[in-house]
């Protein structure tokens, strides 16, 4: 099998284990394997780009739990760092505040993103708001030890191999590292954070789901998701709104909760 396109984290993965996967979970429009030690991800070309992901010219149709793959001659995709200054993070929320105010243009909210719109949370994460509130008001903060609390609260939360806490979380750990790296907040305080909440991961939530949100916690996420703080922080409104539509397309709700996290962490 050789796919069309790549991320850096499958692609160094399949080359240390000499192209050989194995199949770990089946979805309707993707595969979860191992490469090795790592969690990658099979899924058609037009899926948005990962570390993770290996994407192919056709829906995914593998035989068997044994997958060779020939990464060939391609260069990995790998996202380049968000560094939120000052500058960047206070344009970064005034854009964010102004698609949070148009949110109709995205679609009907799901999951975590019922908190954009002032709606209710709708079960099984109807009990979460409050943890959900806390986590967002304590980045508004700044406080890290408080954002643990309400991060570890939320593990876990919903259905799926990658449930809406989870993801929700992660996207705003995602927004703490870029501010974090920009020095718009204390870095270590919120690295110790983050390293926090993934080790309460594992007893908490799928494998899949927390080697994704150990992914996010680093700065790395879908391509859509960087390229919403990208324009954000530049001030792209257009931009931003088309990577935000592109965001809320990926999963059952998995777009909607990384961005309402997103939200949530730039405080």
Do not use: K, N
Request: net charge neutral.
């Amino acid at each position: 099998m050789r796919p069309t396109a790549i991320g850096a984290t499958a692609y160094a993965a399949l080359t240390r284990s000499g192209g050989a996967a194995r199949v770990m979970a089946r979805l309707a429009a993707s595969i979860y394997m191992t490469a090795g030690d790592a969690i990658v991800w099979l899924g058609p070309a037009t899926a948005p780009l990962h570390p993770r992901a290996i994407l192919v010219a056709r829906a995914p149709d593998v035989e068997g739990d044994d997958v060779a793959i020939d990464v060939g001659p391609l260069v990995p995709w790998r996202p380049g760092p968000i560094v939120l200054d000052r500058v960047a993070a206070d344009a970064a929320r005034t854009a964010w505040r102004g698609l949070a105010s148009a949110l109709a243009a995205l679609g009907t909210p799901a999951g975590f993103g019922a908190r954009l719109a002032g709606a209710p949370l709708a079960f099984p994460l109807d009990g979460a708001a409050a943890a959900a509130d806390a986590l967002a008001d304590a980045c508004a903060r700044d406080d890290a030890r408080a954002a643990t609390d309400a991060a570890r609260a939320l593990l876990g939360l919903g259905g799926g191999l990658t449930p809406s806490g989870d993801d929700f979380v992660g996207a705003a750990l995602f927004a703490r590292r870029a501010l974090g790296d920009g020095g718009s907040v204390d870095a270590r305080v919120w690295r110790r954070a983050a390293d926090t909440v993934l080790a309460a991961a594992p007893s908490r939530t799928h494998p899949i789901s927390a080697a994704l949100l150990g992914d996010l916690a680093a700065g790395l996420g879908h391509a859509p998701l960087h390229d919403l703080l990208t324009a954000l922080a530049a001030d792209q409104r257009a931009d931003a709104r088309d990577a935000a539509r592109r965001l809320v397309a990926l999963g059952h709700s998995s777009g909607w909760d990384m961005l309402a996290g997103l939200g949530a962490g730039l405080g």
